[in-house]
């Protein structure tokens, strides 16, 4: 079992950053799939960003440019950087990590842009 606890979400004004973390209790270096969700109210959980064993990542469009997806196998930790916020980025955000048959969730972190 691998526990992942996501961090540095918060309040930020719209143009603003934020870099989200999700460390994980172990290590992540034999996972193939490293991703972040958004989950706005009264909506579905949905993919925001991918990165792959690789190094492959993909977007979902409405945040390509603005926000990336990284890795560190060395502190066991993925990241999303988020610049240039905008108020429709308001969500709770969740880090998933995937190998074989194993799934593993955070627990999600808020994340409000507002002015």
């Known amino acids: 079992q691998v526990q992942l606890v996501e961090s540095g979400g918060g309040l930020v004004q719209p143009g603003g950053s934020l870099r989200l973390s999700c460390a994980a209790s172990?290590?992540?270096?034999?996972?193939?799939?490293f991703s972040w969700y958004r989950q706005a109210p009264g909506k579905e959980r949905k993919l925001v960003a991918i990165?792959?064993?690789?190094?492959?990542?993909n977007y979902v469009d409405s945040v390509k440019g603005r926000f990336t997806i990284s890795r560190d196998n060395a502190k066991n930790t993925v990241y999303l950087q988020m610049n240039s916020l905008k108020t429709e980025d308001t969500a709770v955000y969740y880090c998933?990590?995937?190998?074989?048959?194993?799934?593993?969730w955070g627990q999600g972190t808020q994340v409000t842009v507002s002015s």
């Open positions: 990165i792959s064993r690789s190094n492959w990542t």
């Open positions: 172990g290590s992540i270096s034999s996972f193939n799939v």
């Open positions: 998933n990590i995937r190998r074989s048959a194993e799934d593993y």
